[in-house]
């Protein structure tokens, strides 16, 4: 898809919004751990989030100079929880290089993490000053019990993997990746925009209506993209390396053979470690075969559509808004990318 003005957005909010990140982070001794603090933010992903936390302030009328600290915290804690998760799940590239934990070790990986941790805290601290108290307290709120949600859901879907509970229902599924991925990728970035722009609590709680099966179609599609997509910057079939349980997983368990079934299930048990290229292209070669890919990739469409219409419906308000459009065009495209 290309010429997609909400991409040229997000492009164009960048920049500022790293500025404001390069600010809080120290150059100080000692240098090597100083490195690893500032390598995830100067990798920049795609800043999904704070561009929708900015979009979301300007479609309801806030001025955008007041949210950018919301939006450089916001893409803080993406790279330190990016740094804890590729830990976690012994993730091997992130941002098209090696990830921090295969760089340095786990531990001085976490400790890095950690740092960028405390900075986004102090973001939200001068935030407060930015905005008041009552915004600023609203905020700051939003981001510890939005960070405990997501806790929780990478709780849920570690746990599984500890567990060696390799059959997941749909409905846990989707009960892990409200928690983990709806709030965060989200609710709260479209909340936290219509704080600064002032928007009642009432408001607040309509965007769930349509940010949450927005959340379920952008990871449903993330999930997919694991397993086909060669050009984001991760490695492909990723998740079946890492054991990953997702809705395209269920759906192979539920179709096919009870032969094939258990050999699935052999290799999911299997530590990263020893699972062989064989094994990955088996498990991709039955994922096509039963057509579980393109079974979760309709999941996804079918969500990305009723978010779209609840969102117009929410919205009706503010025709004629660009950021709106804006918006509508993530929405869509979230199902339509290719990394």
């Not at 993490?113 to 000053?129: E, K, P, R, S, T």
């Not at 846990?172 to 965060?184: E, P, S, V």
């Not at 694991?226 to 490695?235: A, F, I, M, P, R």
């Not at 349980?245 to 048990?269: F, G, M, Q």
Request: a negative charge; glycine letters at 8%.
């Amino acid at each position: 898809m290309k010429n997609i003005k909400s991409l040229e957005y997000l492009k164009s909010i960048k920049l500022q919004v790293f500025n404001i990140i390069q600010g809080y982070l120290p150059v100080k001794t000692p240098d090597a751990h100083y490195d690893m603090v500032l390598d995830y933010p100067n990798r920049q992903g795609k800043y999904f989030r704070p561009g929708l936390l900015l979009l979301s302030c300007e479609m309801y009328g806030g001025n955008i100079e007041e949210a950018l600290l919301s939006a450089a915290a916001i893409q803080l804690s993406e790279d330190w929880l990016l740094i804890h998760d590729d830990v976690e799940d012994g993730s091997e590239e992130r941002r098209g290089k090696p990830t921090l934990n295969v760089l340095h070790g786990n531990e001085l990986a976490i400790n890095a993490g950690d740092a960028l941790h405390v900075i986004m805290w102090q973001i939200l601290g001068d935030n407060i000053n930015l905005l008041g108290d009552n915004r600023g307290h609203q905020i700051y709120n939003l981001f510890n019990q939005t960070l405990l949600t997501t806790i929780e859901g990478q709780y849920l879907d570690l746990s599984w993997i500890h567990s060696d509970q390799v059959e997941v229902e749909e409905s846990n599924y989707f009960d892990m990746i409200t928690r983990k991925t709806c709030y965060y990728t989200a609710v709260a970035p479209l909340q936290i925009g219509a704080i600064i722009a002032g928007q009642t609590k009432k408001e607040l709680e309509s965007i769930k209506d349509w940010a949450i099966p927005f959340g379920y179609a952008f990871q449903i599609w993330d999930d997919c993209m694991n397993l086909t997509s060669t050009k984001q910057g991760k490695e492909l079939a990723g998740d079946i390396l890492e054991g990953k349980r997702t809705l395209i997983l269920s759906h192979l368990l539920k179709n096919c053979s009870d032969a094939e079934k258990e050999k699935v299930i052999k290799i999911y048990l299997k530590n990263r470690g020893d699972k062989q290229e064989g094994d990955k292209q088996y498990i991709l070669a039955l994922m096509h075969g039963y057509g579980s890919i393109k079974y979760a990739q309709g999941i996804a469409k079918n969500y990305s559509a009723s978010a779209l219409k609840v969102f117009e419906s929410n919205t009706d308000h503010l025709k004629g808004s660009i950021y709106k459009q804006y918006i509508q065009e993530l929405m869509e495209f979230v199902v339509n990318r290719e990394q």
